[in-house]
C-alpha cells in the first residue's frame, strides 16, 4: 500500500472558536464552523469540504472524458447535498448529486456521462469499503510526513 498524497493534508486549530487551518501541498486555506453552531463562518465547515471533494472529483472526471471525446459540453455544473437520519441505531448518510450540462448533452452522452460520473474515483472510494485508522501521537515530535502503516 503506498498513500495517495505524497504530503499529508494537515488541519491545525489553535485558540479561535471552531478555525482550522488546513495545509496542503500546494497552500492553505481556512475551515470553520458556521455562526449558528459557534465558529465565524470564516472558510467551508466540513459537510462542504466533504460534499466539494464528490462535487470537484465528478466535474474533473467528467471534463477528462468529455475533452477526451471531443463532445461540445462547455459548461458541465454539479449541486450535491446530503441528508443523515438514524435507523435502528445506525447513522445513515444519503448523498444526493446532480449533474448539468450547458448546453444539453443528448440521450446517449447522458447515458454514458451518468457511467463516468459514478465512477469517478471518489464515488467508488464512498461507495467501496472505507476504513479510517486514527492514532493518537502526544508528546512526540512533530513531523511533516506520515509513517505508512501497516495493511489492513
Not at 30 to 36: F, H, L, M, R, T
Not at 138 to 147: L, N, R, V
Amino acid at each position: 500500500m503506498q498513500y495517495k498524497m505524497e504530503k499529508p493534508v494537515r488541519g491545525t486549530i489553535g485558540e479561535v472558536k471552531y478555525r482550522c487551518v488546513i495545509e496542503w501541498r500546494n497552500g492553505t486555506f481556512i475551515a470553520d464552523e458556521p455562526e449558528k453552531t459557534g465558529g465565524q463562518d470564516t472558510g467551508p465547515d466540513p459537510f462542504t469540504l466533504f460534499l466539494s471533494s464528490l462535487a470537484s472529483c465528478t466535474l474533473a472526471t467528467l471534463r477528462m472524458y468529455i475533452d477526451r471525446k471531443g463532445w461540445d459540453i462547455p459548461t458541465i455544473t454539479v449541486n450535491c447535498n446530503m441528508a443523515q437520519r438514524v435507523s435502528d441505531g445506525q447513522l445513515i448518510s444519503v448523498i444526493d448529486r446532480d449533474v448539468y450540462f450547458h448546453p444539453d448533452a443528448d440521450e446517449e452522452q447522458k447515458g454514458r456521462l451518468l457511467q463516468i460520473a459514478k465512477a469517478c474515483p471518489i464515488s467508488k472510494m464512498l461507495e467501496g469499503t472505507l476504513v479510517i485508522r486514527t492514532e493518537i501521537n502526544g508528546g512526540e515530535a512533530f513531523s511533516e510526513e506520515m509513517i505508512l502503516r501497516q495493511e489492513i
